[in-house]
């Protein structure tokens, strides 16, 4: 088993930039990739970052590349998405999600991901 709660969502001016992170706890955390997923009202959860258990493999949807920055902190369990350059298309409930079956994959399904928090709200207004 696997808890993980976000935090760091928050309302912010277009432009502006916000950090969130996901604490694990349950399994050792540098056993399994973690991802980012988001949700804005009205459509389906999107695929926005994933990292594999050291941070030496990430991937980014194409809609945060260069944007976003997804990274990790074994020694305490967290997972960061820092977010630049914000615009009103990022407002979204954002999740992190645990794949526990693999130490290196960083997919983009949500179907591969095991585990998943409550969600943090994201805002930026225009």
């Known amino acids: 088993q696997v808890q993980l709660v976000e935090s760091g969502g928050g309302l912010v001016q277009a432009g502006g930039s916000l950090r969130l992170s996901c604490a694990a706890s349950?399994?050792?955390?540098?056993?399994?990739?973690m991802g980012w997923f988001r949700q804005a009202p009205g459509k389906e959860r999107e695929f926005v970052a994933a990292i594999s258990w050291g941070g030496a493999r990430t991937n980014y949807s194409d809609s945060v590349k260069g944007r976003f920055t997804i990274s990790r902190d074994n020694a305490k369990n967290t997972v960061y998405l820092q977010m630049n350059s914000l615009n009103p298309e990022d407002t979204a409930l954002y999740y992190c999600a645990a794949n526990v079956k693999s130490r290196w994959a960083v997919v983009r399904e949500a179907t591969e991901y095991d585990y998943w928090g409550q969600g943090t709200q994201v805002t930026v207004s225009s």
């Open positions: 349950g399994r050792t955390f540098s056993s399994y990739t």
